[in-house]
């Protein structure tokens, strides 16, 4: 890397930061329990993943995968149909894998989160109370038992690199645990709807599109506060607090 001109900051707040320099992504992170779990997860995903370069706590360092991100939050993507659906079939070989042997967030733990960060956005008028309220009975679709799966569990079309209508890697592997397989079919969709049938095409399976849409808005209802106070704008055109309005 001594030939590199420039270092770009790709994200970065108070609890981890990742830099790209050159053909390298430097991922640097307070709790290594996260960085632990993502190469692990990335050693045992049956899917492309980057490849680990080397990692000296808090840093851990990754290759840089080919090909573009399948799309952003708030913008169109430019990928096709058919990269889409290369995604649901990387999600479905991820979630009949063998399940990774640290346990998942329950029930109880997200309905509980669920309703202290409804509570918050109520009670600081951050959103309309009909918003919140609604939204949260939408959401109570996603609160039932599942069978759980090799879940990903941040899998964002920002985490997902395509190369034409292939799949070249999936990245942030840190949240990666059992849990229910359409909460990363929802993460991998919120906000581009007009996808969903791309990419349950290439999943190859009849899923509940009333858990799928209870997702989209539990997902967002309890992402607002975490954006807003890490410098993030849930607010945008398409994004977050957009997808809780199409829900009405």
């Given at each position: 890397m001594?030939?590199?001109?420039?270092?770009?900051?790709?994200?970065?707040?108070?609890?981890?930061?990742?830099?790209r320099?050159?053909?390298?992504?430097l991922?640097?992170d307070?709790?290594q329990t996260?960085?632990?779990?993502?190469?692990?997860?990335?050693?045992?995903?049956?899917?492309?993943t980057?490849?680990v370069l080397w990692?000296k706590?808090?840093?851990?360092?990754?290759?840089?995968l080919?090909g573009t991100?399948?799309?952003r939050?708030?913008?169109?993507?430019?990928a096709?149909?058919a990269?889409w659906?290369?995604a649901?079939?990387?999600?479905?070989?991820?979630?009949?894998?063998?399940l990774?042997p640290?346990?998942?967030?329950?029930?109880d733990?997200?309905?509980?989160?669920?309703?202290g960060?409804?509570e918050?956005?109520?009670t600081?008028?951050?959103?309309?109370?009909d918003?919140?309220?609604h939204n949260?009975?939408v959401?109570?679709?996603?609160?039932?038992p599942?069978?759980?799966?090799?879940?990903?569990?941040?899998l964002?079309i920002?985490?997902?690199?395509?190369?034409?209508d292939?799949?070249?890697?999936?990245?942030d592997?840190?949240?990666?645990?059992?849990?229910?397989a359409?909460?990363d079919?929802?993460?991998?969709t919120?906000?581009?709807?007009?996808?969903l049938?791309?990419?349950?095409?290439?999943?190859?399976?009849?899923?509940?599109?009333?858990?799928?849409r209870?997702?989209w808005?539990?997902?967002?209802?309890?992402?607002?506060?975490?954006?807003?106070?890490?410098?993030?704008?849930?607010?945008a055109?398409?994004?977050?607090?957009?997808?809780?309005?199409?829900?009405?």
């Amino acid at each position: 890397m001594a030939d590199v001109d420039e270092v770009e900051v790709v994200v970065a707040h108070h609890e981890r930061a990742t830099l790209r320099v050159g053909d390298v992504f430097l991922k640097v992170d307070a709790d290594q329990t996260r960085t632990d779990v993502e190469v692990e997860a990335m050693a045992m995903a049956p899917i492309p993943t980057p490849e680990v370069l080397w990692r000296k706590p808090p840093v851990l360092a990754l290759a840089a995968l080919p090909g573009t991100a399948l799309g952003r939050l708030g913008e169109p993507s430019t990928a096709s149909s058919a990269a889409w659906a290369a995604a649901g079939a990387a999600a479905r070989l991820l979630h009949d894998a063998p399940l990774p042997p640290w346990p998942g967030r329950s029930l109880d733990e997200i309905a509980s989160h669920l309703d202290g960060e409804c509570e918050w956005l109520v009670t600081n008028g951050v959103l309309p109370i009909d918003l919140v309220t609604h939204n949260r009975r939408v959401a109570e679709a996603a609160l039932r038992p599942w069978t759980p799966a090799f879940t990903h569990a941040d899998l964002q079309i920002t985490h997902v690199f395509v190369d034409g209508d292939e799949i070249t890697g999936v990245i942030d592997w840190s949240e990666a645990a059992p849990g229910d397989a359409l909460y990363d079919l929802a993460t991998l969709t919120l906000g581009h709807e007009e996808h969903l049938d791309d990419v349950l095409a290439g999943y190859g399976t009849d899923v509940d599109l009333d858990v799928i849409r209870a997702w989209w808005s539990l997902r967002s209802l309890v992402g607002v506060r975490w954006l807003v106070e890490h410098g993030f704008d849930p607010s945008a055109p398409g994004c977050e607090i957009d997808v809780l309005r199409a829900r009405m």
